[in-house]
């Protein structure tokens, strides 16, 4: 049988996507590096940050990648405890899940929105119509962004994947990397949000900004630089992954007819779609660590400061954690997926990319009689190799 990754010919080196294990649930490579592939040993890695730490950047510290200081204070992702925890309480309470639900009736109207756009030709290119600008205009909203000022979140979101591209385009070429030519939409962006951050402090307004300038824990609060940090890194971390989700999710549906008429039958199997999406092909498929000191797996000897690659997607059909893993079910249950991570980091948007995607798909299933790929126009997908998504995704609707 011809697995969806074939078929659509999805990056060769993620062969869990077609049903084949890797050899080992933990590799050792000869750089030093770990690649972990089995879930229980994934797991472990993901909860343990005494040994797993998310400063992974200053391994490439002595490669001459600078790192600006100021652009990791704030940021959840690169932290370890206890300062993560200090910090992702104070966002905690400015981003709350009263705060997503609050979102839904403007997402449902987004959301609509962009459909009426897309028009009613029988076709849509689900890509460039919905799951490209549905999840920054929606950071936009949460963040309290003025509608006007949209149009610049979607240019540096653009810039975004523009320089991850270039980077990958230097790398294959052997070329050195011009990091600071790709990255030159940031000062920009950061003077943006600085001026938004200020004006939150001088009018508060009913927005996230100013939930995270005045959220309050024991006495701290967040700094300028670390709204405006955090601000930016929802901008990173919460626009491609739920692109990827959305187009993923119909891709699934696609390639699993059988499936995707129970979904439509019974619109409550909507949210376990989503979920087996977010395992079936997850959108992170790889989360880095760097080892923060000396210890044994496995019966190896492992050095601090080596780069662990935590390879969710493969985690994610470990034979030992999920019957049937090369079955796209919507209906699995329990489905214990780390599509969004596990441990301490776990994804704090989840509760947004879970709406936003209940939301499209059911509207998606009410406007169009039919759902599909025609196979003159496959699906085309991101070249990021810890990634996996659709970059263009064109769909027959009648
Ligand atoms: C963390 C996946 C959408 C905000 C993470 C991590 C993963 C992930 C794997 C953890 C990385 C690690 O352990 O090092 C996803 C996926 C998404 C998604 C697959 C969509 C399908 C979003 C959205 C937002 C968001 C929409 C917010 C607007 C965050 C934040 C963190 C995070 C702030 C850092 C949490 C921490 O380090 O404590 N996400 N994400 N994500 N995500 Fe998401």
Redesign the pocket.
Known sequence: MTTLADRWNIRPDHTWLRGQRPEHNVRFDEDGSIDIYGYPEAAKA?TNPQIFS?DVGRLFLDEGVELDERVQEGS??Q?DPPA?GK??KL?SRA?TPKTVADLEPRIVALTRELLDQAGSQGKLELVAALTYPL?VI??CE?LGVPASDRDLFKKWVDRMAQSASALLDDEADGEDVDVAAANRYVPEMHEYLAAQVAERRRHPMDDLLTSLVQAEVDGDRLTDAQVLN?AN???V???A??S??LGNLVLCLDANPEAAARVRADRSLVSGAVEES?RFL???AA???ATAKKFELDGHHVDADRLVRVW?GAANRDPRQFADPDTFDPARDPNPH?????????????P??RL??TIALNMLLDRYPALSIDPAEPPTFMSLPDAIGVATLPLRTG
């Open positions: 993901l998310n959840l992702l932290s993560h910090l992702r966002v981003f999840p929606v950071i949460l955090f890194e929802l901008l971390v919460g626009h992954t739920t990827a989700l977010l997850s959108p992170v989360i880095y660590r969710v780390i599509g969004f991570s596990h441990g301490i980091h776990f994804c704090l948007g989840a947004l990319a936003e995607s």
